[in-house]
Nanobody
């Protein structure tokens, strides 16, 4: 079992930045692909970013490309999402997820473990 805990969410003005963290316990994350997803009120959960187990490949949704950066520190068992240039439409609950896979998927059902989420609110 892998337990994931997100942190770093909050309220920020448009154009600001936040750094989300996802700390894992139970097992080392070094064998897991990791993803970030988000869900806004009344909308379906959507893919944000993903990273392979080695950190060698990263993938982004078009809506965040160039503004968000996913990274990982396997020694700290932690994955990060640096969010710059935040927009009101980025407002959502952000979830991290882990998949025991060599491939970092954009599809939520391919992930095995999920955190409880952290709220990000961007004011205009």
């Amino acid at each position: 079992q892998v337990q994931l805990v997100e942190s770093g969410g909050g309220l920020v003005q448009a154009g600001g930045s936040l750094r989300l963290s996802c700390a894992a316990s139970g097992r080392t994350l070094s064998r897991y692909a990791m993803g970030w997803f988000r869900q806004a009120p009344g909308k379906e959960r959507e893919f944000v970013a993903a990273i392979t187990w080695s950190g060698g490949n990263t993938y982004y949704a078009d809506s965040v490309k160039g503004r968000f950066t996913i990274s990982r520190d396997n020694a700290k068992n932690t994955v990060y999402l640096q969010m710059n240039g935040l927009k009101p439409e980025d407002t959502a609950v952000y979830y991290c997820a882990a998949a025991l896979s060599l491939r970092a998927s954009r599809t939520s059902y391919e992930y095995d473990y999920w955190g409880q989420g952290t709220q990000v609110t961007v004011s205009s």
